[in-house]
């Protein structure tokens, strides 16, 4: 598809459970189905205004029964969804820190923007070390940050949930609004296929605050997820009156 073409498909992608099912049931979704035989992912679609959906969320690990979150899991599964669905454009939508130095609030929604970047990826040797921050470009989606009201700027992914200091000089050098486990890795499978990404974000937690991500997390789980489902209705929504990705800018 041309860069001002009409959108006929679109891919949402989620790690886990919670973020993703609200908003396939808000947007009335069909039944779950598997995405692959080797792969626990489930998708379910449906027509929303002109657009085909195709919604994916990365399923269960079958050993230890929880979603398969993480750098790993999320390019897999954008790999096999993109190649079996191809998609006009992939949205990766999902929970992510924010940055208490940079006005963030629990709650907040941030779009990205400049950069999706990897910040556990040391590598100290020269072409290695750019290599491995990944620095992949977003569509850029300023109309979109100002319908839903977001922030936009870097996001940064990792597989941890806690942080290094290293990873918080990181974070400020680069100006990092959102903290994630999945974005870059979703970022590099979509370069390599040519595929335009934006990535949707909400905020649980705030990671240069000094209470316990995870206990932080899991206390804002579920009103952050309901932001996030309101939000990407409302994104969906307005791309099935029928866009085209200049909208998206403009």
Not at 37 to 46: E, F, I, L, N, Y
């Amino acid at each position: 598809m041309t860069p001002s073409g009409t959108i006929n498909r679109i891919a949402l992608l989620f790690a886990m459970d919670a973020e993703g099912t609200p908003i396939a049931e808000a947007l009335t979704l069909g039944d779950p189905e598997p995405l692959h035989a080797a792969s626990p992912a489930r998708v379910r679609r449906g027509m929303v205004g002109d657009v085909d959906v195709v919604h994916c969320i990365h399923g269960t690990d079958p050993t230890h029964g929880v979603d398969r979150i993480g750098t790993e899991a999320a390019a897999l599964t954008s790999w096999l969804m993109l190649e079996h669905v191809q998609p006009d454009l992939l949205v990766n939508a999902g929970t992510c820190g924010g940055f208490e130095a940079r006005g963030g609030a629990i709650g907040d929604v941030i779009v990205a923007q400049s950069a999706v970047l990897y910040h556990d990826h040391r590598v100290p040797l020269e072409g290695f070390a750019q290599h491995s921050e990944g620095r992949f470009v977003p569509l850029e989606a300023a109309a979109v940050a100002r319908l839903l009201g977001a922030a936009s700027g870097p996001i940064s992914s990792g597989s941890s949930i806690d942080v290094t200091h290293d990873e918080l000089a990181f974070f400020t050098r680069e100006g990092v609004l959102a903290k994630d486990m999945e974005a870059a890795a979703i970022a590099s499978v979509c370069q390599d296929l040519g595929v335009p990404v934006m990535h949707v974000k909400a905020v649980t937690d705030l990671v240069d605050h000094p209470e316990p991500a995870h206990e932080v997390f899991l206390r804002n789980l579920a009103s952050t997820t309901e932001v996030l489902c309101n939000r990407m209705v409302q994104l969906v929504r307005w791309i099935g009156e029928g866009r085209t990705l200049d909208d998206f800018a403009n």
